[in-house]
């Protein structure tokens, strides 16, 4: 049982560069979403998708892509990256959106823009 | 926006009983609450939830006034493995979890 996988689990970026953060998940769960975490700030909510070929915006949507063309896959791409990027990224899922099943997360990609 | 107020920190001793409190007045019917637990360089991992009254499991006991506008994490005999990060969520309704800055819990020998 895989649960979710994220990769790479880390990337260098130069300036500009754009790459795409790979999330997948075998629990054939509805719902995923990507979060960041920086020191001091929690965890924030960029994209969310409650089914394939559904995205939304969270809260710190800006400079990034989603989509979710399989139940399985949603990947998250950064378009132009920036150093206020370098974070550390984290991919949820979950049967539904609620918080009543819990979320399971994967171990997440530390990405760093220089 | 049920946002919650948790400790930034606690430290603790080997062997004793966590208490973790965590404020959510903006709480709404349905919400429930869940608490989940963040090793370093990993990501969070679901650890209990509850909607009112007490829940137990393996891990942790989670109690809930009847009002519901806060609750209580507790930890029972805490071994250096339970040092982490615990943050409490409240669904938001319309929209998703909103994970605060967490208790810092620290376990010290």
């Known amino acids: 049982n895989a649960g979710v996988t994220q990769t790479p689990k880390f990337q260098v970026l130069k300036t500009g560069q754009s790459m795409t953060l790979q999330c997948a998940q075998d629990m054939n769960h509805e719902y995923m979403s990507w979060y960041r975490q920086d020191p001091g700030m929690g965890l924030r909510l960029i994209h969310y998708?409650?089914?394939?070929?559904?995205?939304d915006q969270g809260e710190v949507p800006n400079g990034y892509n989603v989509s979710r063309s399989t139940t399985e896959d949603f990947p998250l791409r950064l378009l132009s990256a920036a150093p206020s990027q370098t974070s550390v990224y984290f991919c949820?899922?979950?049967?539904?959106?609620?918080?009543?099943?819990?979320?399971?997360f994967g171990s997440g990609t530390r990405l760093t823009v220089v | 926006l049920a946002k919650t107020t948790q400790p930034i920190s606690m430290d603790s001793y080997e062997g004793q009983e966590v208490n973790i409190t965590c404020s959510h007045n903006?709480?709404?019917?349905?919400?429930?609450i869940t608490w989940y637990q963040q090793f370093p360089s990993q990501g969070p991992r679901f650890i209990i939830q509850?909607?009112?009254t007490k829940v137990t499991n393996e891990v942790a006991s989670l109690f809930i006034p009847a009002d519901r506008k806060s609750s209580t994490l507790s930890l029972p005999r805490v071994s250096l493995s339970d040092t982490a990060v615990y943050y409490c969520l409240v669904e938001t309704g319309a929209n998703n979890l909103f994970f605060g800055t967490g208790t810092r819990l620290t376990v010290i020998p």
């Open positions: 949820a899922s979950s049967y539904t959106k609620t918080a009543r099943y819990g979320y399971t």
């Open positions: 998708s409650v089914g394939a070929g559904i995205t």
């Open positions: 509850g909607y009112k």
């Open positions: 903006n709480i709404a019917t349905n919400d429930y």
